[in-house]
């Protein structure tokens, strides 16, 4: 069974300029998080989205925002890039029913 | 609100120690808890979980017991070995009737074992 994918594996953006991420859940799973660990500031929730709808979002700034498409599969866009935005972007997935969360590799988002 | 914390690291062990790693949580109710493990360069793997008090988790060696009463899951393993070496997280998240809710993560404690 595939696990949760994620693309692309790096990128490096200036600041002020746009970025989406793309998570592929694992088969079956409906949930989809996203979640920044930047540097000296630990794993930080970003969203939650279910059934296509965002479900919660995390203490981050609305220029965060996603989406997540009928097949389950999401996008991170983060708009108006700032260094400290600089972090590993964790997609996780969730099927109904359980708790447990399965992680993508990530995608390491740089800001010169 | 919820919270975890865990032990500062780094933690540094020969091959074949005993491990601990320390996790202590904040929560209202019974939240479900969790270790993950990640190794460098990767994304983070579930290790194991427990989902009530006293419910022991397990997995490659690795044991971590629910205790409510000290709110605690501290991870174990009892012969550590190199190929362990990676930061692990300790997490927690809802209940069952909020199924769904967001990962609460502690801050990692990485682990280096030496041969």
């Known amino acids: 069974e595939a696990g949760v994918t994620q693309s692309p594996t790096h990128l490096i953006k200036t600041r002020g300029q746009q970025v989406t991420l793309r998570c592929s859940p694992i088969s079956g799973h409906t949930s989809v998080y996203w979640y920044q660990q930047a540097l000296g500031l630990g794993l930080q929730f970003l969203l939650w989205y279910d059934e296509g709808e965002e479900r919660n979002r995390g203490n981050f700034p609305p220029r965060f925002s996603g989406r997540q498409f009928p097949n389950y599969s999401s996008e991170l866009n983060v708009n108006a890039l700032e260094l400290e935005d600089s972090a590993l972007y964790l997609c996780?997935?969730?099927?109904?029913?359980?708790?447990?969360?399965?992680f993508g590799p990530g995608t390491r988002l740089t800001v010169l | 609100g919820n919270s975890v914390t865990q032990m500062e690291g780094p933690v540094t062990l020969s091959e074949e120690a005993f491990l601990t790693i320390n996790c202590t949580y904040t929560?209202?109710?019974?939240?479900?808890l969790f270790w993950y493990v990640q190794y460098p360069g990767e994304g983070l793997q579930l290790l194991l979980k427990a989902t009530k008090a006293d419910d022991k988790g397990s997995n490659k060696g690795f044991e971590a017991t629910y205790r409510k009463e000290t709110t605690s899951f501290h991870l174990e393993k009892g012969s550590v070995q190199v190929s362990d070496s990676a930061v692990y997280f300790c997490?927690?998240?809802?209940?069952?009737?909020?199924?769904?809710?967001?990962?609460?993560f502690g801050k990692g404690t990485t682990l280096s074992v030496s041969s």
């Open positions: 997490a927690l998240s809802g209940e069952r009737d909020q199924a769904g809710t967001a990962l609460i």
């Open positions: 996780a997935s969730r099927s109904r029913g359980h708790n447990e969360q399965f």
């Open positions: 929560a209202t109710g019974y939240p479900s």
